[in-house]
């Protein structure tokens, strides 16, 4: 910029640089501008001359406004200097088809995506293939994890295990495309989310931008000449899992069939449980991706730190928009209800309903992680005739169980490959590798295709097809058939179902809370018991961790599940069954509340205290109960919420219903069913509760008996336990004790 010099009554005087206005650009439903003064002060106006956002540009150069209204005629102004004129998108319309005609080569990539940003993405082929194999069936991983990563996925793990990490490597959770799909035959694009490693943009969580990059990337990568059919899937565990749904719900016409596996419903059901903030490890996941976020090289993932370094001038330059990401936890701070215009869209199940393709959805019912919650999809998936579900007891990493992995691997190769699955003796001796590294024990072997012999691609399909849409793994960490011991990922019995819950457990079974602590199919005379919630009354969680980390998934945690002290809390006892009760779908404790405070913060948790005097943990619920009234989908088993408006609770009793994570245990005949309810904490492995500490003050009554409280459990007739009643230690995910009865008597 050249310094212009004006005279002034004779006098020099150096006139002020002229302002760079840079370039202004629409996303999907905001506008960036890359290129100017920093410092500048710089205002958007909209098509009518009306300021719609403003602030100063910061030091790299760059601005951001979000949530805008689709449409033509935007502009900057930069020190008082208008800019280029641009249209801030829609996402419904598609881009030109020629945005879809880039070239993309095994090793690292940008694709470029409609709003002109570039994400990282590296081309992996399969394993022992090279281009001239081509084509291959081919799978998307896109995650804001280090995905995109160039070095080798193998050398990366190994160099993690030995303590010597490779900064170029991917990052192990990102094992489904970095090296289970090429092991399996697959040629996998890992694609970096936007405002991420190398990734151009800003950082989103999961905003329309982030979406629609998606449908970009699946457009852009079936267009290359090595990809079989023209036609791709998606694939990932967590946040490779979650990304698939609202890009699927978007409906890009090459994408062919999705694989999410260990996902959410919704980012408040995680981050605010019950209302209530995790501070735990949705707080501490938050952390990291902020810190990811942060411009290289002086922060962000690795990889993108060593390449800036190394003068890669795309991955530089993507960086420019990186001090424009949002603040999230100032965001939860100023949101700690779910604001619908903040959530809505970014909520998996609201994409759901509109995913057309063969849907492979698998989670585990006591993720310590995203959480149980993740069946909730399974609902909104009703119109998609071609969906499988599976279910197991465990943590984050067993929605990979062997009698998981195994049909996932089949349907990729049906519905993406488009071949009959074959035996790959690679893929198993890979994933013994992978259980045993991951949990200590070496699990049942993976079966990669029961359909080997089948004519056709459609004699596989509809073999596959026979699969219940619902099959849930029951007991998984305890099956003696196979070799590792107790706490081995493999379960000894199945069932499945056609739908979730299943129809067939109707309205629920309903159980009375008593008297005495006792829990009846009939409710007694009328009563109350009084406690006081204090959630220090014992350890916050049952494991010494709050973000993520691999010692849930171990064959035997070391769990510390400490039962409740003095009158912290109330539990409830039923008699020993007399037949087993299977349990499948969601549930609910609907009690009859009174409190001492205008509000409280409530854990129920359900478990089973088994003949020999130990106790099983099988899921809680939680809730603030300002935030108790329910809406118009509420269901007996299922008191679903819009978690806005608080209530303060009224003098007296009120009704307050605490929505129980899913379940699927079967309690045995002999064994009894406990109902626990105390202050949040203490029965989860690394999600922690932002709850007021109450310090024993607050005093919550209970109705019993008749006109009181009760318990309402998916009880499906006639489901029997195909197997006898294990040892207690070793289940996945599910810690054991031995059983203390509270002050109460249950």
């Not at 585990?364 to 279910?391: C, F, H, M, S, Y």
């Not at 203390?740 to 249950?746: D, M, V």
Request: glycine share 10%; hydrophobic share 40%.
């Amino acid at each position: 910029m050249a310094v212009v010099t004006l005279l002034v009554f004779g006098t020099a005087v150096p006139a002020r640089a002229a302002t760079d206005v840079g370039r202004g650009a629409g996303s999907v439903t905001q506008a960036y501008l890359l290129g100017a003064t920093p410092g500048a002060p710089v205002v958007l106006h909209d098509a009518d001359g009306d300021v719609v956002g403003s602030g100063r540009v910061d030091r790299l150069g760059s601005f951001l406004v979000r949530e805008l209204p689709p449409g033509p005629g935007y502009r900057f102004e930069v020190d008082g200097e208008p800019g280029n004129a641009f249209a801030v998108l829609d996402g419904v319309t598609p881009p030109p088809s020629s945005l879809y005609r880039q070239t993309l080569r095994p090793g690292l990539n940008y694709i470029r995506v409609r709003d002109g940003v570039t994400l990282a993405a590296v081309v992996r082929l399969p394993v022992g293939k090279t281009m001239a194999d081509g084509p291959f069936p081919t799978v998307i991983e896109y995650s804001g994890y280090q995905i995109a990563a160039p070095h080798d996925y193998v050398l990366g793990a190994l160099g993690a295990l030995a303590r010597h990490p490779d900064p170029i490597a991917p990052s192990t959770s990102t094992v489904l495309g970095g090296l289970v799909a090429p092991t399996a035959g697959f040629a996998t694009v890992n694609v970096q989310m936007r405002g991420s490693g190398c990734s151009g943009g800003a950082f989103d969580l999961f905003d329309y931008p982030t979406i629609y990059d998606g449908y970009d990337v699946v457009e852009t990568v079936a267009r290359q000449p090595w990809v079989a059919h023209h036609k791709v899937g998606m694939v990932g565990i967590s946040f490779s899992g979650i990304s698939q749904i609202a890009v699927a719900g978007t409906r890009p016409p090459s994408l062919a069939a999705i694989a999410p596996l260990s996902i959410t419903d919704d980012l408040y059901s995680t981050g605010f449980p019950g209302g209530i903030f995790n501070t735990g490890f949705a707080n501490s996941w938050i952390t990291e991706r902020q810190a990811d976020a942060r411009p290289a090289p002086a922060g962000g993932q690795p990889y993108a730190r060593e390449l800036v370094r190394s003068a890669d001038r795309v991955c530089a330059a993507n960086q420019r928009l990186r001090l424009q990401t949002q603040d999230v936890k100032q965001l939860i701070a100023s949101n700690p209800t779910r604001t619908p215009s903040l959530f809505d869209h970014r909520a998996p199940a609201a994409w759901a309903s509109r995913i057309e393709v063969p849907v492979f959805l698998a989670g585990a019912l006591q993720d310590e992680q995203t959480g149980p919650q993740w069946t909730a999809i399974i609902e909104r998936l009703r119109g998609n005739p071609n969906v499988w579900v599976k279910a197991v007891n465990g943590a984050h990493i067993d929605s990979l169980d062997p009698q998981i992995l195994g049909p996932w691997n089949e349907f990729l190769n049906i519905f993406v490959a488009q071949r009959v699955p074959r035996a790959n003796p690679a893929l198993t001796a890979l994933m013994t590798v992978v259980y045993e590294v991951q949990t200590g024990t070496p699990g049942r072997l993976v079966v990669t295709s029961r359909f080997a012999d089948a004519p056709s691609v459609a004699a596989a399909r509809s073999d596959f097809a026979r699969d219940p849409r619902v099959q849930v793994f029951f007991g998984s960490g305890t099956d003696t058939s196979v070799a590792g011991g107790p706490g081995s990922v493999s379960a000894p019995w199945s069932a499945g179902f056609g739908a979730w819950p299943p129809v067939s457990a109707g309205t629920g079974t309903r159980l009375f809370l008593g008297a005495g602590g006792h829990l009846t199919s009939a409710p007694s005379a009328s009563s109350s018991v009084s406690f006081r919630p204090d959630p220090a009354a014992r350890p916050v969680g049952t494991l010494d961790v709050v973000g993520a980390s691999p010692l849930p998934w171990l064959a035997l945690p070391p769990y510390n599940w400490a039962p409740v002290p003095g009158r912290a809390g109330v539990s409830f006892l039923s008699a020993p069954r007399v037949t087993d009760a299977v349990a499948v779908g969601p549930a609910s404790l609907d009690l009859r509340l009174a409190s001492s405070a205008p509000d409280t913060d409530l854990q129920a948790t359900i478990s089973e205290v088994r003949p020999d005097g130990r106790e099983t943990y099988v899921t809680s619920g939680y809730l603030r109960a300002s935030l108790r009234r329910v809406n118009s989908a509420a269901t007996p088993l299922n008191p679903t919420r819009d978690w806005i408006d608080p209530q303060p609770l009224a003098p007296g009793f009120q009704t307050v219903r605490i929505a129980l994570d899913p379940i699927a245990y079967p309690f045995r005949a002999g064994s009894r069913i406990r109902v626990t309810i105390t202050a949040p904490g203490g029965d989860r492995p690394s999600w922690r509760f932002g709850t007021p500490q109450t310090g024993g003050r607050v005093v919550d009554t209970i109705a019993l008996g008749a006109g009181g409280s009760s318990l309402v459990l998916p009880i499906v007739p006639g489901l029997r336990a195909a197997v006898p009643l294990g040892a207690c230690e070793g289940l996945r995910g599910q810690p054991c004790r031995p059983y203390i009865r509270t002050f109460n008597g249950g």
